[in-house]
């Protein structure tokens, strides 16, 4: 397994061993031990989510207000453009933002520790995207930067047309959070 850093501390893209023959495939998605070396011992998985999605759609930023969850994300079938943005105010990367390439064909996962807005950008039909995460899911903590924020000036591609959610719509800027 190779451990890759991105520009945010903390995040990591992480690139499984993977055994290829005639028949296909093999991977682990998950090991606790190996991951524990890898993300840190103080976080335990607590749920498991599924989407699946069609081209242009654009699901995000979201984060929870006092329950932060971590995520470890990966792409089983279709492409994504996966984006976290940091808002930890004592982190050197608060307010800032990387993105990654997720698909089942490089088969790379995502982790994004707790303190994080997470989006993605559905670059393919057929998006099927999953997802652990070390806090349960709770729909009255949870908030929603705007992705246009022209303050982030996250670099969208132009040439898909995107599709929100009613809720995605109606994000908020990041300077009206108080991080």
Not at 10 to 20: K, S, T
Not at 67 to 74: A, D, E, F, S, T
Not at 101 to 120: K, M, R, T, V
């Amino acid at each position: 397994m190779k451990i890759i850093s991105t520009e945010l501390s903390d995040c990591y893209l992480i690139e499984p061993d993977i055994f290829r023959d005639q028949r296909g495939l093999f991977f682990e998605t998950f090991q606790k031990e190996k991951y524990k070396n890898i993300i840190g011992g103080e976080y335990e998985f607590v749920q498991d989510n599924f989407s699946k999605s069609r081209m242009g759609v654009l699901r995000g930023l979201h984060f929870q207000e006092t329950k932060p969850q971590g995520k470890l994300i990966r792409v089983s079938s279709g492409t994504v453009l996966d984006v976290a943005v940091d808002l930890r105010p004592e982190s050197d990367s608060f307010g800032q933002w990387t993105k990654v390439i997720l698909s089942d064909e490089n088969n790379l996962q995502f982790w994004i520790p707790p303190g994080f807005a997470h989006g993605f950008l559905s670059l393919s039909d057929n998006v099927h995207f999953e997802y652990k995460c070390t806090d349960y899911y709770d729909s009255n903590d949870e908030r929603t930067i705007i992705w246009s924020d022209p303050d982030l000036s996250i670099e969208w591609p132009d040439d898909i047309k995107i599709t929100l959610s009613k809720r995605d719509q109606n994000g908020k800027f990041f300077k009206e959070y108080n991080f």
